[in-house]
């Protein structure tokens, strides 16, 4: 079964900084999908990035980066120039096949201090 | 993207009663939809898979005449909670997939309380 590992229960950083969030995952597929989502105080999942398995290139979106190691099964997140906008609980997640069901880590609750 | 649409987005129910959730997927046809509940603080935990004509697959644990669902078409499934108790209190998420779409959908949530 797919497993997805978030060890970092809470995070911070200063508005206009870097973080970075870590997540690691277990699989024997070749070929799946990962997930960064966002989950603002009004609890409404928002997909931050996504990365395809089968690409090599790290998925960007504006301010938000993945370095996706596939050999270490590591998916990590990168925010830069952290707004206080960001400030939500980050959960990673792997889904197996389009359509499938998402397997969800633990969640990193990310705070933004101004 | 698309958007899945989630109703009710709070409900108070007295203790014994059953509560009803509906999730729409509003311009898509979701081939599959997945209910979740969370605890404060906590991660999702998937109570059940459903797709449109079937009978929903349940998780392990997941009492399957407790937890009613109903996928009759492809934009509308339906939670419901029967003979409700106050530890059924939480806050319930539907997701909505399709195999047009790499990522998943989710409405905005439902926080049941029970009394």
């Known amino acids: 079964a797919q497993t997805v590992t978030q060890s970092q229960p809470e995070m911070s950083v200063q508005e206009a900084e870097t973080v970075t969030l870590s997540c690691t995952y277990d699989t024997s597929e070749s070929d799946y999908y990962l997930f960064w989502y966002k989950q603002p105080p009004s609890r409404q999942m928002i997909l931050v990035i996504r990365q395809e398995a089968y690409k090599q290139q790290n998925a960007t979106e504006n301010r938000f980066s993945v370095n996706f190691q596939k050999a270490a099964k590591s998916f990590s997140l990168k925010i830069s120039d952290s707004q206080l906008g960001d400030a939500a609980m980050y959960f990673c997640a792997y889904g197996a096949t389009s359509g499938s069901r998402l397997t969800f880590g633990e969640g990193t609750q990310l705070t933004v201090n101004p | 993207g698309a958007v899945v649409s989630q109703h009710p987005s709070r409900v108070i129910c007295k203790s014994g009663t059953s509560v009803k959730i509906e999730c729409r997927s509003l311009d898509f046809q979701a081939t599959t939809m997945f209910w979740y509940r969370q605890f404060p603080k906590q991660s999702l935990m998937l109570m059940a898979t459903?797709?449109?004509?079937?009978?929903?697959?349940?998780e392990q644990g997941v009492e399957k005449d407790k937890f009613l669902i109903n996928h009759a078409s492809l934009t509308l499934s339906t939670l419901t909670v029967t003979s409700a108790h106050p530890e059924d209190s939480s806050f319930y998420i539907c997701s909505a997939r399709t195999d047009r779409y790499t990522e998943a959908f989710f409405g905005q949530g439902t926080r049941l309380t029970v009394v």
């Open positions: 459903s797709n449109e004509g079937s009978k929903a697959t349940y």
